[in-house]
Protein backbone atom coordinates (compact mmCIF):
# COMPACT_ATOMS: atom_id res chain seq x y z
CA UNK A 1 0.00 0.00 0.00
CA UNK A 2 1.44 3.49 -0.73
CA UNK A 3 0.27 6.76 1.16
CA UNK A 4 0.75 10.01 -0.43
CA UNK A 5 -0.19 12.80 2.25
CA UNK A 6 -0.51 16.01 0.84
CA UNK A 7 2.32 18.72 1.34
CA UNK A 8 2.05 21.59 4.00
CA UNK A 9 0.81 24.52 1.88
CA UNK A 10 2.78 27.28 4.31
CA UNK A 11 5.72 24.67 4.98
CA UNK A 12 8.26 26.98 3.47
CA UNK A 13 11.43 26.62 5.87
CA UNK A 14 12.23 23.34 4.70
CA UNK A 15 15.07 24.45 2.53
CA UNK A 16 17.88 23.40 4.06
CA UNK A 17 16.69 20.58 5.88
CA UNK A 18 16.64 16.50 4.76
CA UNK A 19 13.43 15.53 4.52
CA UNK A 20 11.96 11.74 4.44
CA UNK A 21 9.64 10.91 1.73
CA UNK A 22 9.12 7.12 1.54
CA UNK A 23 9.56 5.04 3.93
CA UNK A 24 9.31 0.98 3.07
CA UNK A 25 9.01 -1.92 5.70
CA UNK A 26 8.67 -5.48 5.09
CA UNK A 27 8.52 -8.44 7.17
CA UNK A 28 8.85 -6.46 10.62
CA UNK A 29 7.19 -7.89 13.58
CA UNK A 30 3.12 -7.72 12.67
CA UNK A 31 4.00 -5.77 9.46
CA UNK A 32 4.28 -8.06 6.71
CA UNK A 33 4.43 -4.95 3.98
CA UNK A 34 3.84 -1.35 3.95
CA UNK A 35 5.15 1.86 2.34
CA UNK A 36 4.81 4.99 3.30
CA UNK A 37 5.05 8.40 1.04
CA UNK A 38 5.57 11.67 3.50
CA UNK A 39 6.17 15.13 2.74
CA UNK A 40 7.45 18.37 5.08
CA UNK A 41 5.05 19.00 7.65
CA UNK A 42 3.31 17.78 10.44
CA UNK A 43 2.20 14.08 10.35
CA UNK A 44 0.04 12.56 12.85
CA UNK A 45 -0.04 8.65 13.30
CA UNK A 46 -2.94 7.08 14.89
CA UNK A 47 -4.62 4.58 15.39
CA UNK A 48 -5.61 1.78 18.72
CA UNK A 49 -3.28 1.01 20.86
CA UNK A 50 -1.32 -1.80 19.73
CA UNK A 51 -1.80 -1.53 16.17
CA UNK A 52 1.62 -0.75 15.46
CA UNK A 53 2.21 3.08 15.12
CA UNK A 54 5.49 2.79 17.24
CA UNK A 55 6.55 -0.21 15.00
CA UNK A 56 6.87 2.79 12.35
CA UNK A 57 8.71 4.77 14.57
CA UNK A 58 10.63 1.46 15.31
CA UNK A 59 11.13 1.03 11.23
CA UNK A 60 12.70 4.31 10.74
CA UNK A 61 14.67 3.91 13.61
CA UNK A 62 16.52 0.56 12.16
CA UNK A 63 16.72 2.68 9.44
CA UNK A 64 19.50 4.88 10.36
CA UNK A 65 21.57 2.40 12.34
CA UNK A 66 20.15 1.50 15.60
CA UNK A 67 20.32 -1.69 16.99
CA UNK A 68 18.45 -4.54 15.36
CA UNK A 69 17.59 -7.88 16.81
CA UNK A 70 15.96 -11.38 15.41
CA UNK A 71 13.00 -10.25 17.60
CA UNK A 72 12.04 -8.05 15.01
CA UNK A 73 11.62 -10.43 12.48
CA UNK A 74 7.93 -11.54 12.12
CA UNK A 75 7.34 -14.93 12.70
CA UNK A 76 7.74 -17.35 9.82
CA UNK A 77 9.60 -14.82 7.58
CA UNK A 78 13.12 -15.27 6.61
CA UNK A 79 14.54 -11.52 7.62
CA UNK A 80 12.93 -7.92 7.67
CA UNK A 81 14.00 -5.22 5.48
CA UNK A 82 13.36 -1.41 6.13
CA UNK A 83 13.97 1.32 3.81
CA UNK A 84 13.81 4.92 3.97
CA UNK A 85 14.35 7.58 1.20
CA UNK A 86 15.46 10.84 2.30
CA UNK A 87 15.98 14.13 0.23
CA UNK A 88 19.80 14.88 2.11
CA UNK A 89 20.43 18.66 2.35
CA UNK A 90 22.57 20.63 4.43
CA UNK A 91 25.26 18.37 6.86
CA UNK A 92 23.38 14.96 5.34
CA UNK A 93 24.34 15.89 2.01
CA UNK A 94 27.65 17.47 3.23
CA UNK A 95 28.45 14.03 4.94
CA UNK A 96 27.48 12.00 1.74
CA UNK A 97 29.69 13.60 -0.50
CA UNK A 98 33.22 13.46 2.33
CA UNK A 99 32.13 9.82 2.49
CA UNK A 100 32.36 9.42 -1.28
CA UNK A 101 28.38 8.10 -0.84
CA UNK A 102 26.42 10.62 -3.04
CA UNK A 103 25.34 9.28 -6.19
CA UNK A 104 24.17 12.71 -7.22
CA UNK A 105 21.17 12.15 -7.54
CA UNK A 106 18.23 14.56 -5.34
CA UNK A 107 17.52 11.27 -3.15
CA UNK A 108 19.24 8.98 -0.56
CA UNK A 109 18.31 5.49 0.01
CA UNK A 110 19.28 4.12 3.42
CA UNK A 111 18.41 -0.11 3.40
CA UNK A 112 18.84 -2.17 6.55
CA UNK A 113 18.23 -5.68 5.92
CA UNK A 114 17.72 -8.34 9.44
CA UNK A 115 18.43 -11.66 9.34
CA UNK A 116 16.12 -14.00 11.21
CA UNK A 117 19.05 -15.41 13.64
CA UNK A 118 19.68 -11.72 14.03
CA UNK A 119 22.28 -10.52 11.67
CA UNK A 120 22.20 -7.23 9.81
CA UNK A 121 23.65 -5.35 7.03
CA UNK A 122 23.31 -2.03 5.74
CA UNK A 123 23.40 0.02 2.60
CA UNK A 124 23.47 3.61 1.59
CA UNK A 125 22.62 4.04 -2.18
CA UNK A 126 22.75 0.63 -2.89
CA UNK A 127 26.66 0.25 -1.48
CA UNK A 128 27.15 -1.81 1.74
CA UNK A 129 28.47 0.25 4.81
CA UNK A 130 29.10 -0.58 8.44
CA UNK A 131 26.12 0.48 10.93
CA UNK A 132 28.27 3.02 12.03
CA UNK A 133 28.57 4.61 8.86
CA UNK A 134 24.60 4.46 8.84
CA UNK A 135 24.14 5.32 12.05
CA UNK A 136 26.24 8.77 11.67
CA UNK A 137 24.30 9.65 8.93
CA UNK A 138 21.19 9.21 10.95
CA UNK A 139 22.15 11.54 13.35
CA UNK A 140 21.72 14.15 10.79
CA UNK A 141 18.49 13.35 9.24
CA UNK A 142 16.71 11.69 12.33
CA UNK A 143 16.14 12.88 15.28
CA UNK A 144 13.77 10.34 17.59
CA UNK A 145 12.02 11.99 20.85
CA UNK A 146 9.91 9.43 22.93
CA UNK A 147 9.97 7.01 25.33
CA UNK A 148 13.56 5.11 24.99
CA UNK A 149 16.59 5.57 26.60
CA UNK A 150 18.90 6.07 23.75
CA UNK A 151 17.20 9.35 22.94
CA UNK A 152 19.84 11.48 21.34
CA UNK A 153 18.70 14.59 23.84
CA UNK A 154 19.90 12.20 26.59
CA UNK A 155 23.79 12.36 24.80
CA UNK A 156 26.06 15.13 26.71
CA UNK A 157 27.48 15.90 22.86
CA UNK A 158 23.91 16.01 21.04
CA UNK A 159 23.21 18.83 24.41
CA UNK A 160 25.98 20.86 23.07
CA UNK A 161 25.43 20.30 19.00
CA UNK A 162 21.66 21.89 20.35
CA UNK A 163 23.36 24.87 22.39
CA UNK A 164 25.54 25.90 19.58
CA UNK A 165 22.90 25.54 16.94
CA UNK A 166 20.80 28.02 19.38
CA UNK A 167 23.88 30.32 19.77
CA UNK A 168 25.35 30.10 15.76
CA UNK A 169 28.12 28.64 16.48
CA UNK A 170 29.48 27.62 13.24
CA UNK A 171 32.34 30.19 12.99
CA UNK A 172 33.75 29.89 16.63
CA UNK A 173 33.62 25.97 16.08
CA UNK A 174 35.64 25.93 12.91
CA UNK A 175 37.94 28.11 14.30
CA UNK A 176 38.59 25.83 17.77
CA UNK A 177 38.40 22.64 15.60
CA UNK A 178 41.13 24.29 12.78
CA UNK A 179 43.22 25.03 15.88
CA UNK A 180 42.99 21.42 17.51
CA UNK A 181 44.12 20.15 14.30
CA UNK A 182 47.07 22.13 14.01
CA UNK A 183 47.96 20.96 17.61
CA UNK A 184 47.60 17.06 15.94
CA UNK A 185 49.57 17.69 13.60
CA UNK A 186 52.54 19.68 15.70
CA UNK A 187 52.26 16.43 17.75
CA UNK A 188 53.13 13.89 15.10
CA UNK A 189 55.48 16.40 13.96
CA UNK A 190 57.38 16.21 17.48
CA UNK A 191 56.60 12.32 18.02
CA UNK A 192 58.41 11.89 14.58
CA UNK A 193 60.90 14.06 16.01
CA UNK A 194 61.92 11.54 18.33
CA UNK A 195 60.70 10.65 22.33
CA UNK A 196 58.63 14.20 23.00
CA UNK A 197 59.62 13.36 27.04
CA UNK A 198 63.26 12.82 26.30
CA UNK A 199 66.53 14.91 26.68
CA UNK A 200 67.99 14.81 23.46
CA UNK A 201 71.30 16.59 24.62
CA UNK A 202 71.33 13.26 27.14
CA UNK A 203 71.37 11.10 23.88
CA UNK A 204 73.97 13.11 21.99
CA UNK A 205 76.28 12.81 25.37
CA UNK A 206 76.02 9.27 25.18
CA UNK A 207 76.50 8.93 21.00
CA UNK A 208 79.34 11.08 21.61
CA UNK A 209 80.89 8.29 24.22
CA UNK A 210 79.87 5.36 22.11
CA UNK A 211 81.72 7.08 18.71
CA UNK A 212 84.88 8.37 21.01
CA UNK A 213 85.44 4.85 22.47
CA UNK A 214 84.83 3.50 18.83
CA UNK A 215 87.49 5.68 17.16
CA UNK A 216 89.96 4.54 19.65
CA UNK A 217 89.78 1.25 18.91
CA UNK A 218 93.57 -0.34 18.16
CA UNK A 219 93.02 -1.64 14.95
CA UNK A 220 91.80 -0.35 11.41
CA UNK A 221 88.70 -2.15 10.00
CA UNK A 222 91.52 -3.04 6.81
CA UNK A 223 94.43 -4.22 9.83
CA UNK A 224 92.21 -7.05 10.95
CA UNK A 225 92.24 -10.03 8.73
CA UNK A 226 96.38 -9.36 8.93
CA UNK A 227 96.51 -9.45 12.66
CA UNK A 228 94.27 -12.69 13.25
CA UNK A 229 96.95 -14.13 10.70
CA UNK A 230 99.76 -12.98 12.85
CA UNK A 231 98.44 -14.20 16.13
CA UNK A 232 97.25 -17.85 14.47
CA UNK A 233 100.99 -18.36 13.00
CA UNK A 234 102.42 -17.11 16.37
CA UNK A 235 100.15 -19.42 18.13
CA UNK A 236 101.18 -22.41 16.23
CA UNK A 237 105.31 -21.50 15.27
CA UNK A 238 106.07 -24.75 17.10
CA UNK A 239 103.88 -26.77 14.64
CA UNK A 240 104.71 -25.37 11.87
CA UNK A 241 108.39 -25.10 12.43
CA UNK A 242 107.41 -28.95 12.90
CA UNK A 243 105.72 -29.29 9.43
CA UNK A 244 108.57 -27.17 7.41
CA UNK A 245 111.24 -29.83 8.53
CA UNK A 246 108.84 -32.90 7.61
CA UNK A 247 108.44 -30.92 4.39
CA UNK A 248 112.32 -30.33 4.07
CA UNK A 249 113.32 -34.10 4.69
CA UNK A 250 110.47 -35.67 2.40
CA UNK A 251 112.04 -33.84 -0.49
CA UNK A 252 115.72 -34.08 0.74
CA UNK A 253 116.41 -37.58 2.26
CA UNK A 254 119.35 -38.86 0.62
CA UNK A 255 117.84 -42.52 0.22
CA UNK A 256 114.10 -41.46 -0.13
CA UNK A 257 113.73 -38.17 -1.18
CA UNK A 258 111.60 -36.72 -3.83
CA UNK A 259 114.56 -35.28 -5.09
CA UNK A 260 116.85 -38.93 -4.94
CA UNK A 261 114.17 -39.81 -6.64
CA UNK A 262 114.04 -37.43 -9.66
CA UNK A 263 117.39 -37.25 -9.91
CA UNK A 264 117.88 -41.18 -10.37
CA UNK A 265 114.93 -40.83 -12.91
CA UNK A 266 116.27 -38.63 -15.00
CA UNK A 267 119.52 -40.40 -15.09
CA UNK A 268 117.41 -43.76 -16.32
CA UNK A 269 115.38 -41.45 -19.24
CA UNK A 270 119.09 -39.92 -20.33
CA UNK A 271 119.97 -42.82 -21.13
CA UNK A 272 117.28 -44.19 -22.96
CA UNK A 273 116.84 -40.86 -25.26
CA UNK A 274 119.36 -42.04 -27.16
CA UNK A 275 117.71 -45.02 -28.01
CA UNK A 276 114.08 -42.60 -28.76
CA UNK A 277 113.91 -38.99 -28.62
CA UNK A 278 110.50 -39.09 -28.02
CA UNK A 279 111.41 -39.13 -24.28
CA UNK A 280 112.30 -35.73 -24.30
CA UNK A 281 109.08 -34.42 -23.11
CA UNK A 282 109.22 -36.40 -20.01
CA UNK A 283 112.18 -35.95 -19.16
CA UNK A 284 111.82 -32.05 -19.53
CA UNK A 285 108.78 -32.17 -17.23
CA UNK A 286 111.25 -34.02 -14.48
CA UNK A 287 114.12 -31.62 -15.23
CA UNK A 288 111.52 -28.43 -14.09
CA UNK A 289 109.87 -30.62 -11.21
CA UNK A 290 114.14 -31.00 -9.68
CA UNK A 291 114.29 -27.28 -10.60
CA UNK A 292 111.23 -26.37 -8.52
CA UNK A 293 111.82 -28.79 -6.05
CA UNK A 294 114.87 -26.98 -5.37
CA UNK A 295 113.16 -23.96 -5.09
CA UNK A 296 110.68 -25.31 -2.41
CA UNK A 297 113.65 -26.74 -0.79
CA UNK A 298 115.01 -22.93 -0.44
CA UNK A 299 111.42 -21.41 0.59
CA UNK A 300 110.95 -23.77 3.15
CA UNK A 301 115.12 -23.27 4.73
CA UNK A 302 114.37 -19.67 4.60
CA UNK A 303 110.58 -19.71 6.33
CA UNK A 304 112.74 -22.06 9.13
CA UNK A 305 115.52 -19.58 9.32
CA UNK A 306 112.91 -16.67 9.78
CA UNK A 307 110.21 -18.18 11.91
CA UNK A 308 110.70 -17.79 15.32
CA UNK A 309 108.44 -17.74 18.44
CA UNK A 310 108.11 -14.18 19.58
CA UNK A 311 106.33 -14.41 23.13
CA UNK A 312 106.02 -10.81 23.65
CA UNK A 313 104.65 -10.22 20.30
CA UNK A 314 102.22 -12.56 20.80
CA UNK A 315 100.86 -11.40 24.17
CA UNK A 316 100.33 -7.92 22.56
CA UNK A 317 98.34 -9.28 19.37
CA UNK A 318 95.87 -11.16 22.09
CA UNK A 319 95.47 -8.22 24.38
CA UNK A 320 94.68 -6.35 21.07
CA UNK A 321 92.10 -9.26 19.77
CA UNK A 322 90.27 -9.62 23.59
CA UNK A 323 89.97 -5.51 23.47
CA UNK A 324 88.45 -5.93 20.31
CA UNK A 325 86.05 -8.90 20.90
CA UNK A 326 85.07 -6.80 24.60
CA UNK A 327 84.04 -4.14 22.06
CA UNK A 328 82.07 -5.91 19.89
CA UNK A 329 80.01 -7.55 22.51
CA UNK A 330 79.45 -4.44 23.90
CA UNK A 331 77.67 -3.04 20.70
CA UNK A 332 76.28 -6.30 20.03
CA UNK A 333 78.36 -7.59 16.51
CA UNK A 334 81.00 -9.02 15.35
CA UNK A 335 84.55 -7.19 15.55
CA UNK A 336 84.55 -6.85 11.96
CA UNK A 337 82.05 -5.15 12.05
CA UNK A 338 82.68 -2.22 14.52
CA UNK A 339 83.48 0.10 11.77
CA UNK A 340 80.29 -0.27 10.56
CA UNK A 341 78.37 0.17 14.53
CA UNK A 342 80.70 3.41 14.02
CA UNK A 343 78.99 4.84 10.94
CA UNK A 344 75.31 3.80 11.95
CA UNK A 345 76.37 5.77 15.52
CA UNK A 346 77.79 8.84 13.85
CA UNK A 347 74.86 9.12 11.32
CA UNK A 348 72.26 8.79 14.27
CA UNK A 349 74.30 11.88 15.66
CA UNK A 350 74.17 13.88 12.69
CA UNK A 351 70.33 13.64 12.91
CA UNK A 352 69.84 14.03 16.15
CA UNK A 353 71.85 17.13 16.23
CA UNK A 354 69.93 18.59 13.49
CA UNK A 355 66.51 17.28 14.84
CA UNK A 356 67.14 18.54 18.20
CA UNK A 357 66.91 22.23 16.56
CA UNK A 358 63.90 21.28 15.12
CA UNK A 359 62.42 19.67 17.73
CA UNK A 360 62.54 22.86 19.68
CA UNK A 361 61.37 24.67 17.40
CA UNK A 362 58.57 22.61 16.78
CA UNK A 363 57.65 22.80 20.45
CA UNK A 364 57.68 26.53 20.31
CA UNK A 365 54.79 26.43 17.34
CA UNK A 366 53.04 24.62 19.54
CA UNK A 367 53.32 26.32 22.69
CA UNK A 368 52.11 29.36 20.72
CA UNK A 369 48.92 26.75 19.08
CA UNK A 370 48.00 26.03 22.32
CA UNK A 371 47.82 29.38 23.72
CA UNK A 372 45.70 30.43 20.37
CA UNK A 373 43.59 27.59 20.60
CA UNK A 374 43.13 27.84 24.89
CA UNK A 375 42.12 31.57 23.72
CA UNK A 376 39.53 30.49 21.13
CA UNK A 377 38.31 27.93 23.27
CA UNK A 378 37.49 30.10 26.15
CA UNK A 379 35.45 32.46 23.49
CA UNK A 380 33.41 29.83 22.53
CA UNK A 381 32.47 29.00 26.25
CA UNK A 382 31.51 32.24 26.57
CA UNK A 383 29.01 32.35 24.09
CA UNK A 384 27.47 28.83 25.32
CA UNK A 385 27.29 30.18 28.60
CA UNK A 386 25.77 33.07 27.14
CA UNK A 387 23.01 31.45 25.30
CA UNK A 388 22.64 28.75 27.75
CA UNK A 389 20.56 31.18 29.92
CA UNK A 390 18.92 32.56 27.14
CA UNK A 391 17.96 28.97 26.10
CA UNK A 392 16.86 28.44 29.53
CA UNK A 393 14.63 30.79 29.66
CA UNK A 394 12.82 30.27 25.99
CA UNK A 395 12.44 26.89 26.63
CA UNK A 396 11.28 27.11 30.57
CA UNK A 397 8.66 29.66 29.20
CA UNK A 398 7.59 27.04 26.61
CA UNK A 399 7.70 24.24 29.20
CA UNK A 400 4.58 26.55 31.49
CA UNK A 401 2.55 25.95 28.34
CA UNK A 402 3.05 22.09 27.83
CA UNK A 403 1.15 21.13 31.16
CA UNK A 404 4.39 21.13 32.81
CA UNK A 405 4.16 24.18 35.26
CA UNK A 406 6.63 24.41 37.75
CA UNK A 407 8.93 22.52 35.57
CA UNK A 408 12.47 23.90 34.52
CA UNK A 409 15.67 23.39 32.77
CA UNK A 410 19.08 24.09 33.53
CA UNK A 411 22.10 23.80 30.66
CA UNK A 412 25.24 23.84 32.55
CA UNK A 413 28.40 24.65 30.27
CA UNK A 414 31.73 23.77 32.71
CA UNK A 415 34.90 25.51 31.75
CA UNK A 416 37.99 23.12 31.61
CA UNK A 417 41.45 25.47 30.74
CA UNK A 418 43.49 22.47 31.28
CA UNK A 419 41.63 19.96 29.60
CA UNK A 420 43.22 17.94 26.59
CA UNK A 421 42.32 20.41 23.67
CA UNK A 422 39.67 18.69 21.46
CA UNK A 423 37.61 19.41 18.65
CA UNK A 424 34.81 20.93 19.81
CA UNK A 425 36.63 23.13 22.58
CA UNK A 426 37.19 22.00 26.81
CA UNK A 427 33.74 22.37 27.93
CA UNK A 428 31.28 19.89 29.66
CA UNK A 429 27.33 20.74 28.59
CA UNK A 430 25.02 19.45 30.76
CA UNK A 431 21.22 19.97 30.72
CA UNK A 432 19.55 18.95 33.34
CA UNK A 433 16.08 19.18 34.84
CA UNK A 434 13.32 19.61 38.18
CA UNK A 435 10.16 18.78 36.98
CA UNK A 436 8.47 19.87 40.28
CA UNK A 437 8.75 23.12 42.52
CA UNK A 438 11.92 22.46 44.75
CA UNK A 439 13.33 19.63 43.24
CA UNK A 440 16.80 19.36 42.60
CA UNK A 441 18.29 19.86 38.89
CA UNK A 442 19.09 15.88 37.89
CA UNK A 443 20.33 14.87 34.63
CA UNK A 444 17.40 14.51 32.26
CA UNK A 445 17.87 10.96 32.25
CA UNK A 446 16.73 10.22 36.09
CA UNK A 447 14.30 12.92 36.20
CA UNK A 448 11.91 13.03 33.22
CA UNK A 449 9.79 9.89 32.45
CA UNK A 450 9.03 9.65 28.67
CA UNK A 451 6.19 11.72 28.31
CA UNK A 452 7.87 14.59 30.71
CA UNK A 453 11.44 14.45 28.37
CA UNK A 454 9.38 14.02 24.75
CA UNK A 455 7.52 17.55 25.75
CA UNK A 456 11.18 19.00 26.87
CA UNK A 457 12.67 17.99 23.50
CA UNK A 458 9.63 20.10 22.47
CA UNK A 459 10.09 22.90 24.01
CA UNK A 460 13.73 22.87 22.96
CA UNK A 461 13.09 22.30 19.47
CA UNK A 462 10.55 25.02 19.73
CA UNK A 463 12.76 27.63 21.26
CA UNK A 464 16.07 26.51 19.64
CA UNK A 465 14.87 25.23 15.78
CA UNK A 466 18.25 25.59 13.50
CA UNK A 467 18.81 23.98 9.87
CA UNK A 468 21.85 22.55 11.55
CA UNK A 469 20.00 19.68 12.86
CA UNK A 470 18.28 16.62 11.63
CA UNK A 471 15.21 17.85 9.28
CA UNK A 472 12.88 14.94 10.33
CA UNK A 473 11.95 15.06 14.21
CA UNK A 474 9.76 12.44 15.26
CA UNK A 475 7.48 12.38 18.83
CA UNK A 476 6.57 9.11 20.26
CA UNK A 477 3.75 9.31 22.63
CA UNK A 478 5.07 13.13 22.97
CA UNK A 479 1.22 14.18 24.91
CA UNK A 480 1.33 11.44 27.27
CA UNK A 481 -0.24 12.54 30.43
CA UNK A 482 -1.67 15.73 28.69
CA UNK A 483 -4.73 16.82 28.01
CA UNK A 484 -7.83 19.41 27.09
CA UNK A 485 -6.03 23.10 26.72
CA UNK A 486 -2.53 21.35 27.19
CA UNK A 487 -2.90 18.57 24.86
CA UNK A 488 -4.55 21.81 22.07
CA UNK A 489 -1.23 24.09 22.78
CA UNK A 490 1.46 20.91 22.46
CA UNK A 491 -0.18 20.53 19.04
CA UNK A 492 -0.02 23.41 17.80
CA UNK A 493 3.86 23.55 18.74
CA UNK A 494 4.47 20.92 16.93
CA UNK A 495 3.01 22.20 13.88
CA UNK A 496 4.46 25.18 14.55
CA UNK A 497 7.76 23.30 14.50
CA UNK A 498 6.43 21.30 11.50
CA UNK A 499 6.75 24.81 9.28
CA UNK A 500 10.44 24.64 10.01
CA UNK A 501 10.99 21.10 9.95
CA UNK A 502 9.35 17.59 8.99
CA UNK A 503 7.71 16.43 12.10
CA UNK A 504 6.16 12.90 12.65
CA UNK A 505 3.71 12.32 15.78
CA UNK A 506 2.67 9.06 17.24
CA UNK A 507 -0.63 10.32 19.16
CA UNK A 508 -3.53 9.40 20.94
CA UNK A 509 -5.37 12.85 21.22
CA UNK A 510 -7.36 14.37 19.02
CA UNK A 511 -6.63 17.45 19.63
CA UNK A 512 -2.90 16.76 18.45
CA UNK A 513 -3.74 15.00 15.48
CA UNK A 514 -6.34 17.46 14.08
CA UNK A 515 -3.88 20.36 14.06
CA UNK A 516 -2.02 17.94 11.83
CA UNK A 517 -1.15 18.85 8.28
CA UNK A 518 -1.32 15.35 7.16
CA UNK A 519 -2.84 12.67 9.05
CA UNK A 520 -1.86 8.21 8.51
CA UNK A 521 -3.98 5.88 10.69
CA UNK A 522 -2.66 2.51 11.55
CA UNK A 523 -4.57 -0.58 12.53
CA UNK A 524 -4.31 -4.33 12.62
CA UNK A 525 -6.28 -6.46 10.84
CA UNK A 526 -6.88 -10.50 11.92
CA UNK A 527 -6.15 -13.14 9.58
CA UNK A 528 -7.89 -15.85 9.41
CA UNK A 529 -5.30 -18.15 10.53
CA UNK A 530 -5.40 -16.43 13.64
CA UNK A 531 -2.28 -14.05 12.86
CA UNK A 532 -2.88 -10.12 12.68
CA UNK A 533 -0.89 -7.33 10.62
CA UNK A 534 -0.44 -4.13 10.44
CA UNK A 535 -1.66 -1.78 7.94
CA UNK A 536 -1.66 1.87 7.46
CA UNK A 537 -3.91 4.51 5.29
CA UNK A 538 -3.42 7.80 4.72
CA UNK A 539 -6.92 10.17 6.03
CA UNK A 540 -8.50 12.45 4.22
CA UNK A 541 -11.71 14.43 4.06
CA UNK A 542 -14.87 12.49 5.88
CA UNK A 543 -12.19 9.25 6.43
CA UNK A 544 -10.17 11.91 8.71
CA UNK A 545 -13.42 13.44 10.07
CA UNK A 546 -14.08 9.77 11.43
CA UNK A 547 -11.36 8.79 13.06
CA UNK A 548 -10.49 12.16 15.17
CA UNK A 549 -14.23 11.55 16.28
CA UNK A 550 -13.70 8.04 17.24
CA UNK A 551 -10.17 9.57 19.12
CA UNK A 552 -13.04 11.76 20.57
CA UNK A 553 -15.72 8.70 21.46
CA UNK A 554 -14.38 5.91 21.42
CA UNK A 555 -16.49 3.43 19.03
CA UNK A 556 -19.98 5.43 19.93
CA UNK A 557 -19.58 7.82 16.82
CA UNK A 558 -22.76 10.04 17.02
CA UNK A 559 -23.45 13.25 14.37
CA UNK A 560 -22.57 15.39 17.16
CA UNK A 561 -18.66 13.66 17.75
CA UNK A 562 -18.60 13.84 14.14
CA UNK A 563 -19.61 17.58 13.92
CA UNK A 564 -17.12 18.22 16.85
CA UNK A 565 -14.46 16.22 14.65
CA UNK A 566 -15.66 18.61 11.52
CA UNK A 567 -15.16 21.72 13.55
CA UNK A 568 -12.06 20.83 15.22
CA UNK A 569 -10.38 19.99 12.04
CA UNK A 570 -11.62 23.38 10.34
CA UNK A 571 -10.69 25.32 13.41
CA UNK A 572 -7.04 23.45 13.73
CA UNK A 573 -5.87 23.24 10.54
CA UNK A 574 -7.86 25.44 7.67
CA UNK A 575 -5.54 23.96 4.84
CA UNK A 576 -5.60 20.51 5.33
CA UNK A 577 -7.95 18.39 2.81
CA UNK A 578 -11.76 18.95 2.55
CA UNK A 579 -14.14 16.21 2.42
CA UNK A 580 -14.10 14.07 -0.90
CA UNK A 581 -10.95 16.18 -1.52
CA UNK A 582 -8.25 14.08 -3.61
CA UNK A 583 -3.94 14.76 -1.98
CA UNK A 584 -3.00 18.36 -2.11
CA UNK A 585 0.50 18.45 -3.59
CA UNK A 586 3.26 21.47 -3.62
CA UNK A 587 3.24 24.14 -5.22
CA UNK A 588 5.47 24.71 -8.20
Not at 161 to 164: K, T
Not at 378 to 384: A, V
Given at each position: MTISPCCARNCTGHGGCSVLVHLGVRDLAIVDNLELDLRAGMTALTGETGAGKSLIVDALE???????SAELVRPGAAGAEVSAVFEPRGPALAWLREQALDD?????VLRRLVSADGRSRAFINGRPVAVAQL???GEQLVDVHGQHAHQALLKSHAQR????AFADNEDALARVAALHA???GLDEEIAQLGDAGADPAARLDYLDFQIGELRAQPVAPAQLDAINAEHSRLAHAAELLEAVAAASGIIDDEDTGAATAIASALRVLERALRLDPALAAPRDLLAHTATLLGEATTELRRYAEHMHGDQARLDELERVLAALQDLARKHRCAPGALHERLDTLTRERERLAGSAGRMEAARARRERALSEYRAAA???????TEAATRLEQGVNGVLQTLGMRGASVSMAVEHDPVAPPAGAG?????LQASTNPGQLFLPLARVASGGELSRIALAIHATATSERGAGTVVFDEVDAGVGGAVAEIVGRRMRALGELRQVLTVTHLPQVAALAHHHVLVHKQQLPAGDSRSEACALHGAAR?????????GLNITAKTLAHAREMLRAGAPDAPRQGGGPRRPAA
Open positions: LAVGERAGERSCRALEVLDSLRLELHRRRTDAVSEQEIARMLG
